[in-house]
C-alpha cells in the first residue's frame, strides 16, 4: 500500500491525474468565476464551489468539467464534491455525473388513464 501511495504522488508530479465530469439537464451549465466555480443547477440560486490549492478546474464547454492536480485522492474527493452537489437522478438522468458513468434508470408511473382505477 505504501509502494502505491508513494508511485501516485511521482505519478501526480510527473502528470496531473484528472476526472471528467459532465452536465446533463436543461439550463444546467457551469463556469469559473476567478477562484471559484459557478454552477447553475435549477435551483433557485447558483452555487459557487470554492476550488481549492491544487487543483485546477477547466469548463471544456458549459456542461463539460475537467478536475485536474497531482494529488490523486484530492482530485476524486473534489470531483465528488460536485457530483454531490446534483447527482444524476434515475428517472430523467439530470445531474452532474462522471463522464464513463452509467446511470440507472427506473420506469416513471404509469399514465393516469391507463389505471382504470
Known amino acids: 500500500m ?10 501526480g508530479v ?10 446533463q ?5 457551469a463556469e469559473l468565476k476567478g477562484k471559484a466555480l459557478q454552477l447553475s443547477l435549477g435551483f433557485s440560486h447558483p452555487v459557487l464551489f470554492p476550488i481549492p490549492e491544487g487543483i485546477q478546474i477547466q469548463v471544456n464547454n458549459q456542461t463539460r468539467l475537467t478536475v485536474q492536480g497531482c494529488d490523486k485522492a484530492l482530485v476524486g474527493q473534489i470531483s465528488a464534491n460536485i457530483r454531490g452537489l446534483k447527482p444524476p437522478e434515475p428517472y430523467q438522468g439530470k445531474g452532474i455525473r462522471y463522464v464513463n458513468e452509467v446511470v440507472r434508470r427506473k420506469v416513471g408511473k404509469a399514465a393516469a388513464g391507463a389505471a382504470g382505477g
Not at 510527473?14 to 452536465?23: A, G, H, M, Q, V
Open 2 to 11: 505504501v509502494r502505491n501511495l508513494i508511485q501516485n504522488m511521482v505519478d
Open 14 to 23: 510527473t502528470k496531473n491525474f484528472s476526472k471528467d465530469l459532465e452536465i
Open 25 to 29: 439537464g436543461v439550463g444546467f451549465r
